[in-house]
């Protein structure tokens, strides 16, 4: 940190202007950062937070705009030292299933939201999810390029008026029916990229955070936004973090998890006939520790959810780990990779025959290996093979790639027509104030790479043997790679 305190008395200037905090409401009860997700079969969690402590939470919902007639209370409203905010969660139970509803949150300064209840499993209907990853703030304190050649003058341009994923995101509301994130929101961590932000790091930190919740809710707030942790979630500033230098609160996932902790689901209960199923399921949702790791069901697919940061050997975040970032562990010994074996060997095929394990850093990934994780290769590949995962997401590295089925570093001879190994794809490229990285050297299964704009990726489950995977330009939604993954699932349960 004594760098920057250098760099704030040769450029006082740059000190003095200060955090970028967003204005709080006269009504401090206004709520913000609303955001939704799957809490279990007919039931959504509604999450938003407040600049007061509220004493009951409370949302009204129904199926109509014009008639709200229930309500849902909680007590939860918590928040840590230095945040600003008090962050607070409902959950409405006994929905109906892919049912349009409406909610309001209790206020004086609040609207009305439209969302939908999730499908449940063994829904046979298509749908689409979006998977978009290393998601940054727009603005003062974020960076959003508008041509492939200004990426790498980052942290030195002013930012675009707009980020072009969110806008992108919000344009196309109604073409998706979830996202999924797993890891790298805000990059509050990044604070110190900025120079108005030097010696005023703990708000700036807040500061980042707010508005990035505030830019993300117009999506969040309306579709299911499920979500596992990335390094940027650990502490107060992307460097190497000692101990003592992180205000309290800053540090160790603590505002990922004050945030999200109450809305993510454990493990959907499992509606196979199949005994040994229920009972791995059961032992899965014991093990579960949302929102590190955890799973959920939503019509022809179940999704899987981990914690590429704790909780396995060598896990690059925790103690001793080479990020040098003290966070977690989260678990016991073994309880993430005992949940993750447990939750796949669940998977009745017949009721959700397409397999999904989402996560934040890849073991496959072109640039060389200073991109990839070995550790969590080591740790997670053996059980998705295994278990026969149809696909991998990751991001980490900010860019978009595409795989053939590949296992240990040898690709599937069958390519994407029923292959045994998981096809992989890494969408990073969402778009930080960190910028893109460069595609780099390729391996021959490398199928697709791209760098010159921010990009997603949608996910098309057209059927039980169909999963349409396209790759997004964020500027236009123009679709730049798509590929089809085919698989036969003729078997109720896979083990390789």
Known sequence: MLSLFLLALLYPSLALAGADLPAIPADKSTPVHQRISLKNPGSVAIGWNTYEELKQPCVQYGTSANSLDQQTCSSSSITYASSRTWANSVTLIGLESATQYYYKIVSTNSTVIPFKTGRKAGDLTPFTANTVIDLGVYGKDGYTIKSAAEKRLIPYMSAAPDHTTISQLVKSINDYELVIHPGDLGYADDWYLKGHNLLDGKDAYEAILEQFYDQLSPVSGQRHYMLSPGNHEADCREVAYVPGTCPEGQFNFTDFNIRFGQMMPTAFDSVSKNANAISSRQKAKQLANPPFWFSFDYGMAHVVMIDTETDFQDAPDQPGGSANLYAGPFGSSNQQLNFLENDLASVDRSITPWLIVAGHRPWYSTGGSSNVCTPCQK????????????????????????????NNGTADPAGQNNPKAPMYIVAGGAGNIEGLSDVGDRQGYNAFAYADDYSYATLSFQNVTHLQVNFIRSTDGSILDSSTLIKNHTDAFVVQ
Do not use: C, M, T, W
């Open 379 to 406: 740790a997670f590949e053996p059980l998705l093979y295994k278990y026969g995962v149809d696909l991998a997401i990751f991001g980490h590295v900010h860019n978009s790639q595409r795989f053939f089925p590949v």
